[in-house]
């Protein structure tokens, strides 16, 4: 994410088109995911470490290549856009359809994620790979390439995330200008139970609290803005906890095979 | 043979001088196979003869050191089960391949390039439904697999075979899970689809039921070919003579002595599985000193849960566990270890043995607290190295270099090792499960010397087998369970195979 | 034995050489950028390693970084992933300067062993909040410890924007400077402290309770196989929660270490992610007690060269693409010295192990 932020700002920096920015933003993203890839998938690399790596690695590259660029103004930014008619709906329209580009990106993205997954042969693969990888093998599907390919269309969605944050959100570069997102998604995962629509749901409650933490005390919200900010960890923690108590984890748990490196047998 | 057409002409496969490694042991060393179509074709021979590795290396799963793989007379190599399916090679393993939280229909089609991207259920489960119907296989299309029974999801297996259009059909010891009435329901729906011009290929290692099912039979020793031969041409003596490749030692007869003062007593013990499923349903059921009691049923009748909750690894949710007349019921593991009660685990590698330590810290990973192997707060190195050697000396584990991981040692040398660690404690009680299974016939043997010494030093031994001619040889007496009940008691003497059969699904005669 | 040591020799060989690797990595990310990669490495490692004022501080900055670093490491040693040292870490900080806040004239002598004690008392808790529902539920510790590392950053900020902000701060959020009693101890003439022997005493008491005591004999076999060590009477519910609880301790002391001697006081940002570097340590080091310690003290210098970077016009963050690479090097090394069929693979899962029943043993 940090890699997609500071490679988008530095193309649009470069270029002044903020479509190469997005598209800077992603291919970084594809990049470092595609180092975590090789590691996990092909060298059986435990996926905590290699993240862990990719993680640390990808805020000290950033931070380098991005070292010219600090607190500079971006060459373009994105503006909010009014979506015509659905814009001017009085209350909603405000809250969902005045945004910059990328956050309709978001929207669209969620619930096109869960059909593919719920209703496709591809997703369907996806999800036997994730499951049960010798189960999926047996019967033909590429269990290397899915699992390459999942990989990979994370990190393009964490680098246009970097993007985002870079050309729209908060225009700029700065060091560990991600504030520690990317980790709050992992619980934001676990908060939704593995769902891409429950995700979107928790975002926007992960998100508000966010917002309100900034702004508690000039509604004068009497809550210390880090207490609120507590909330979506110890929210995620227990509901983790309830799943993981409820026996529900095979309706509502991590894919079975979640972190176990696929070797084939013989 | 119901006059199935058997073309002479072409194979539908044929394996030639086939050769497969594995870390210098050769598990194939030039094995021919040939399958017609319209043949129920068996392959024959013990554990480890090579037969799962030949049909891995038919079904795209492994690749032949040498040696050709010809599919109706076409010998490109197959490199990948797709390969394989799409040339209509079809596998149904040991252990199923199936997606637990998937139904039924996602696992059968999943894999399979239908031209439409998008998964559309209604046809599916139709089609489903037709082939289930055709083959006598009843299945229910929408349920997910984790909730269906071992035989359905066999079942399963095989339509997904079936649907993509498999003329080939290997099942890898297929009746292992299953009752002897639901064998002979699959024994059935096998007929039927090779009547259709399909090949079926059977490995297994029981001579009955491939005398019962086969058209043919090839029989596989130590990776080679001993024969291929027609069913009508040959009889079990003969077929167990090629297989083994001398005579069986006998195991010591059971005398008649009689058995001592109960040591064990289960008292209407309820309690679930890992899915929180009710895997004990009220099962009562005695053990006593100087007897070995075989706990017979088909896998998955609630065997393993029955053996936890007498060790104190799962919890009961009714009755009692009477351990020499004391409630153990609420006790720990170790407190229960402490007290007598002995167990070698059925899966010995998993839950037996730590594999990466070493054979020594194996040996004492039960007597660490006591001394010589323990001091007052630290280990005692010297002690417990003493103790370990003189276990391997003992228990005759050859071959062992006591700081090597336990997981170098061969499967025979493992359970000594575990049966070793077991006897030393000096149990009043030793659970012993599928001891034998995947041993070879001489470490099978030594096995089963083992645990009948231990019934005439007086122990009393509760045996869980799959193998009712070891559990017929073994026990005093016999206690069949089926879905965590146990249907029946009775001195091993009086064991008739019918019988047991139609305890083992369920129904008392 | 000798297989033990060849394997440990060759786990050794494939850390130095990612290192080297890892190192010329570094050197062409700096080439990449127009600085010149044999200045770049020899400055950092003389900055680092090259004096004694260098070692000094390399040694200080060692001390948080290897305490943390066991922290996770004697958890790998029963496949638990403590992913929560940053926040055990913070954990112990609050701690300490509770101990430091409560008893502002202390003297040494009585303040410095209680807020030692506080902070593994409070590192320790916090390890528990993830340790207990593990031993208990099986909930997942590599989630819980890290949800708990914000919840605890979030709880010092909270503390020093709130009830214990210095009314003397100026306005910034921090706490009262602490007394002279809260400093540990100086050893020797020059700047270093008895903090540089915790982590010293706590890898040689770790070495003994995991190699010698019967303690450290079930949570080795719980380590190699949690199944045998349930079945041969060994309880990991205990032992999940005792190799937490030590962990936890040993983040904290590391928090009340840095609150006492590198800031005097709490604030926030006390740590530039020791918790993770401590996982990247503690898994170059194979999760071995001396190793961590090596490596830990190998990061502690590219922290402290990482500043003398700056003066080339390569932002200190450089230091943490460098102990990426180092990382990646070592996987791949990992991964190629592999040995194909080695049955070092974790057991339990589903898969191979099945499949292969049918393959002859070896006699």
Not at chain 2, 439 to 464: K, S
């Amino acid at each position: 994410m940090l890699v997609g932020a500071v490679s988008g700002f530095l193309a649009v920096n470069e270029t002044g088109s903020l479509l190469q920015g997005v598209a800077a933003g992603v291919a970084a993203g594809l990049a470092a995911s595609a180092l975590h890839a090789f590691f996990t998938v092909t060298l059986h690399a435990n996926q905590i470490i290699s993240g862990l790596g990719i993680t640390i690695a990808g805020t000290g590259l950033a931070a380098l290549l991005g070292r010219s660029v600090v607190g500079l103004p971006p060459r373009a930014s994105f503006e909010d856009v009014d979506v015509p008619l659905l814009g001017s709906i009085p209350g909603v329209g405000d809250i969902l359809f005045s945004h910059h580009v990328l956050v309709y990106v978001g929207f669209v993205l969620a619930p096109a994620v869960w059909w593919v997954l719920r209703h496709t042969r591809l997703g369907l693969h996806v999800r036997a790979v994730g499951e049960n990888p010798a189960a999926a093998d047996a019967m033909g599907v590429p269990v290397t390439l899915y699992r390459y390919g999942a990989v990979l269309f994370g990190g393009a969605l964490a680098g246009l995330a970097g993007a985002s944050l870079s050309l729209a959100e908060s225009p700029g570069w700065s060091e560990g200008m991600t504030a520690g997102r990317g980790w709050i998604a992992l619980a934001l995962v676990i908060f939704a139970t593995w769902s891409p629509l429950r995700v979107l749901l928790g975002a926007f409650f992960f998100g508000a609290l966010d917002v309100l933490a900034f702004r508690a005390q000039i509604i004068g919200v009497d809550v210390a803005p880090t207490v609120l900010g507590m909330i979506p960890y110890v929210a995620t923690l227990v509901v983790l906890v309830v799943v993981t108590l409820l026996g529900t984890r095979r309706r509502l748990g991590a894919p079975e095979a979640l972190g176990v490196p696929y070797v084939r047998d013989g | 043979m119901d006059g199935a057409p058997v073309s002479a002409e072409q194979p539908l496969v044929a394996l030639r001088g086939i050769v497969k490694e594995f870390s210098g042991v050769r598990a194939n060393d030039g094995v021919d196979f040939e399958l017609r179509a319209g043949e129920v074709h068996a392959l024959l021979g013990e554990n480890g003869a090579g037969k799962t590795t030949l049909m891995n290396v038919l079904a795209g799963l492994a690749r032949p050191d040498a040696g050709t793989v010809e599919i109706r007379g076409d010998d490109t190599a197959v490199r990948s089960p797709r390969a394989a399916i799409d040339r209509g090679i079809g596998m149904v393993h040991q252990h199923f391949r199936l997606v637990d939280r998937f139904t039924v229909a996602e696992n059968v089609t999943l894999g399979w390039h239908a031209p439409k991207a998008l998964l559309r259920r209604r046809p599916l489960e139709r089609e489903i439904a037709r082939l289930s119907e055709l083959y006598r296989m009843p299945v229910q299309a929408g349920r997910p697999v984790w909730q269906l029974s071992v035989g359905e999801q066999q079942r399963v297996e095989i339509l997904k075979n079936l649907y993509r259009g498999a003329q080939v059909l290997i099942l890898d010891e297929p009746t292992a899970v299953l009752t002897p009435q639901e064998s002979l329901a699959l024994v059935d729906s096998l007929r039927r689809m090779a009547a259709e011009g399909r090949g079926i290929v059977f490995i297994s290692h029981k001579l009955d039921e491939v005398m019962a099912v086969a058209d043919r039979i090839t029989v596989l020793r130590r990776g080679r070919n001993v024969a291929t031969v027609a069913t009508s041409d040959t009889t079990q003596g003969e077929l167990a003579r090629m297989m083994i490749g001398h005579d069986l030692p006998q195991a010591a007869a059971p005398d008649d002595r009689q058995a001592g003062a109960g040591v064990l007593r289960l008292d209407a013990v309820e309690a679930d599985d890992d899915r929180g499923l009710p895997a004990l349903r009220g099962v009562d059921l005695e053990v006593r000193a100087g007897e070995i009691v075989g706990l017979a049923g088909v896998a998955g009748n609630g065997q393993l849960a029955l053996a936890e909750v007498v060790v104190g690894l799962r919890p009961l949710s009714g009755g009692r566990v009477l351990f020499e007349d004391r409630d153990v019921s609420g006790w720990s593991i170790a407190r229960r270890i402490g007290a007598g009660i002995g167990y070698c685990p059925e899966d010995r590698l998993r839950h037996g043995v730590a594999p990466t330590l070493s054979i020594a810290e194996n040996l004492i990973a039960k007597s660490y607290r006591r001394r010589p192997v323990s001091g007052r707060l630290l280990l005692d190195r010297r002690g417990a190295r003493r103790a370990a050697a003189e276990l391997a000396e003992r228990f005759d584990i050859r071959g062992a270099d006591l700081d090597a991981p336990v997981a170098s040692l061969s499967g025979g040398n493992v359970q000594k090792v575990l049966l070793a660690r077991e006897i030393s404690a000096d149990p009043r009680l030793l659970i012993a499960a599928q001891s034998t299974r995947g041993l070879d016939v001489h470490a099978a043997e030594a096995t089963r010397r083992l645990l009948l010494e231990q019934r005439n030093a007086g122990r009393a031994v509760l045996l869980i087998s799959e193998d009712l001619d070891e559990l017929v040889r073994m026990s005093d007496r016999i206690a069949v369970i089926y879905e965590g009940r146990i249907m029946g008691t009775f001195p091993a003497h009086e064991a008739d195979e019918e019988e047991i059969g139609l305890l083992m699904a369920g129904r008392r005669p | 034995m000798t297989s033990g040591v060849r394997r440990s020799l060759r786990a050794t060989a494939v850390q130095i050489t990612a290192v080297v690797v890892g190192l010329a990595l570094g050197g062409l990310s700096l080439a990449a950028i127009g600085v010149s990669p044999y200045d770049g490495i020899s400055s950092l490692l003389e900055a680092a390693f090259g004096s004694e004022l260098a070692l000094t501080q390399t040694a200080l900055k060692a001390v948080p970084l290897a305490l943390t670093g066991l922290a996770v490491a004697v958890c790998m040693r029963m496949r638990l992933w403590n992913i929560g040292a940053e926040g055990q870490f913070h954990a112990g900080a609050i701690g300490a300067t509770w101990a430091a806040l409560a008893f502002p004239t202390g003297s040494t002598l009585v303040l410095v062993p209680l807020m030692v004690v506080a902070a593994m008392a409070a590192g320790a808790a916090w390890a528990l909040i993830a340790a207990v529902p593990r031993a208990l539920w099986g909930v997942n510790e590599i989630i819980t410890t890290l949800l708990l590392n914000y919840v605890a950053i979030l709880g010092v900020a909270y503390l020093v924007t709130g009830p214990w902000r210095s009314a003397a701060g100026l306005n910034f959020p921090v706490t009262d400077v602490f007394g002279p009693g809260a400093r540990l101890p100086a050893l020797g003439g020059g700047l270093l402290h008895v903090g540089v022997l915790f982590p010293l005493v706590a890898a040689a008491v770790l070495l003994v309770l995991l190699q010698r005591s019967r303690w450290g004999f079930t949570v080795r076999m719980i380590g190699a196989s949690p199944q045998a060590a349930r079945v041969a009477g060994m309880s990991t519910a205990r032992s999940v929660v005792g190799i937490m609880l030590i962990a936890g301790a040993l983040a904290g002391v590391a928090g009340m270490v840095e609150v006492s001697m590198s800031f005097g006081r709490l604030r926030q940002g006390i740590s530039p992610g020791y918790g993770y570097m401590a996982i990247l340590i503690a898994a170059l080091a194979g999760a071995r007690i001396l190793g961590t310690l090596a490596i830990s003290f190998l990061f502690a210098g590219f922290v402290v060269g990482g500043f003398a970077l700056q003066a080339l016009g390569v932002p200190q963050s450089f230091v943490l693409l460098l102990q990426g690479l180092i990382l990646f090097s070592a996987l791949a090394g990992t991964a190629l010295t592999r040995r194909p069929r080695m049955l070092g693979r974790p057991p339990g899962r589903r898969g191979p192990a099945h499949v292969a029943k049918e393959e002859p043993s070896t006699p």
